[in-house]
Structures are given as C-alpha cells and as structure tokens.
C-alpha cells in the first residue's frame, strides 16, 4: 500500500532508483541525481513538457509535495473536491481528467501535456482516447502482490514502438498510441 | 479468454506477431519466419534450451499440438492427471513443476531448461526458486482486460537485466533473477 511517507508502497523506493542515481530510502530521502539512460531519458521527456496532471490519491501519497509544486510547470491535480484546492496557486484542482487535460493542454502552449498518474488518471485518459504517447518504466524488481497499471482495464490499445533504453536500474519503452 | 484454435486467446494472435515475421490469425495459421531482432532473441533463446517444461493448459489451448512435439526436443508437460499421457513418446506427462523441472534438467544435458508456460507454471517455478533467467517480451497492444502473468504472485524477486531488444513486434528484456 501506498501513502504519505511511502508514496510509492511498500519498498516502493526500489521503482524510483532510476530517478536518483540508485538506492534510496523513505527514511533517509533521496539525494542523488539521475545518470547515464536514466537521466538521458528524464532529461528528454522534461524538455518537452509545459504542464502536468495527477491524481489527487498521488497528491496526498506524495504528502502533498510540501506544498510545493514539484515540476515548476502548471500542475493540474484531479479530484472529486475541487474545493479544497490549497491556496498559494501551487496546485490547481480541477474536478475531472478530461477538464484537467484540457486545462493542462492550454497551459503548456506548444509543449506536452504529462499525465504523471496515479494509475486511475492514466487508465482514464487512456480509455477518454486522450494520450498520444505513453511510456512504460519497469524496474527490474517484482514488488509482493504489486499494484496493477491496468487494473480494470478494458480497453484495447494499438501501440507502436517509439524506442527502447535501458539502464542498470530501469527499462524504458517509449510507445505512441495509435487512434482507430 | 484461450482454447484451442484461439492458444493465445481473442486476438491474441497480435502477441506472437514477431515470432512469424508479421500478422497472421488464428484462421490462415501462420506462415511467416522471424525477422531482425525477433529472429535474433528467438535464436539465441532456442540455441541455449535442451529440454522444455510446459502446463497441460498450454498443452490442450494448442489443440495438444496436433500430436506432435513443437520443440524437437524431449518436453514435459505439468499435469494433475499424468495418467493421461499420449502413446507416442512425443510428450512427457509429469504430475507436478517442481519433478518436470528437474526431469527436463537431467535431459537437457550442458543445455538449458525453457519454462514455456503458461503463466501458472512459471510463476510456480519463479516460487519455488528453480528459475534463473527469465523473459518479458512485451508485444505493442493492450488486449481487453488482458490475462496476468504474476496474477496472485506475491513473491517480491530481485532481478538484474542481461540485456533489452526491440523490434516493430516486440520488446524482450532478458532479466537474471538474483538469489536471496
């Protein structure tokens, strides 16, 4: 299970290896940057993004990030309480993925839109035909029972392969979705 | 959902594009050869293997192979009924994964065993600690609600990848599985 102080379940940590160089522990933080395929990978996919969408479970697993929006771009967090948007302009809420992408969309201007998940969010934009590109990130670790990317998920989806890398701590496949 | 005639389930047909060089369905069979890195992996893969373990599931959505060994070399087939065991030789009946595994590795010699499948067997023999490479190849379609390789494997695995190739078919990430 996920949730604050463990945002990405129980040693979850090993998932995110990639995104700091390697090993980290909730309880120690992490401090490392990413390097070589990982950061080469990272390092694209944030240049060519203009504004973010997640989950509101995502935003409260993560402890609310501190307060502090996390990416420096318009972050868009979908939530079935948009009332209880924090005040300080760091996070906007918006009450459903396709007006949160939709927002997103305007605010990156020419850039992408990044829907970070969790899960549901990317399942629903997946299924609301929304997503061109998507990337899986596999760390090479089975995690207990897991947690599925696709659970409850009907919808078939025709992918094509944009590229593939892979880094001691992580694999990368890079798709774009293709439209019926 | 798969059965004989449909081995690999509706439309799964499109998860062993690479191993035929292309589209084919389950009406025309295939005909095709792999190509590029798909003959590659599949090559390699098939030099190494002296013997091969396989679940009865597997065994009747073939359609038991139309009688005959795919593999050309000696195959055990996991089952609860080994009594059942075609005349022939072409197959072996074995009543448990542990015993094929071990049965398939006194015949396979210098050579490697291959867990082909289905997904119960392998997880069976990831969590009995028998397996020390394994596979994911990864075809670009996500198929309805899909069959889950891990479904119910709550064992966490520490893996290190050997190695990643892709094709327009598929993706392979050749992982070791590391031991505790």
Redesign the interface.
């Known amino acids: 299970m996920d949730g604050p102080g463990k945002g990405l379940g129980e040693?979850g940590e090993r998932l995110h290896y990639w995104v700091f160089g390697g090993p980290w522990t909730y309880e120690t933080e992490p401090r490392g940057e990413p390097i070589g395929e990982d950061a080469a990978w990272l390092n694209e996919a944030i240049a060519k993004i203009g504004a973010v969408v997640g989950g509101r479970k995502t935003y409260e697993a993560s402890g609310r990030w501190g307060g502090k929006n996390p990416w420096g771009l318009p972050f868009f967090i979908v939530t079935h309480r948009p009332e209880e948007e924090p005040e300080g302009g760091a996070f906007t809420f918006v009450s459903g993925v396709r007006e949160a992408i939709e927002r997103a969309r305007d605010a990156a201007g020419d850039k992408d839109v990044h829907v970070m998940g969790g899960a549901d969010v990317i399942r629903q934009a997946l299924e609301a035909g929304l997503v061109d590109e998507l990337t899986?990130i596999?760390a090479?670790?089975?995690?207990?029972?897991?947690k599925?990317l696709?659970e409850?998920?009907?919808?078939?989806?025709?992918?094509?392969?944009l590229?593939?890398r892979?880094s001691?701590l992580a694999?990368f496949?890079d798709?774009r979705v293709k439209r019926p």
């Open positions: 040693g899986i596999v090479p670790v089975t995690l207990g029972v897991g599925r696709f409850g998920f009907s919808t078939s989806l025709e992918l094509e392969h590229g593939v892979q001691p694999t496949i798709y």
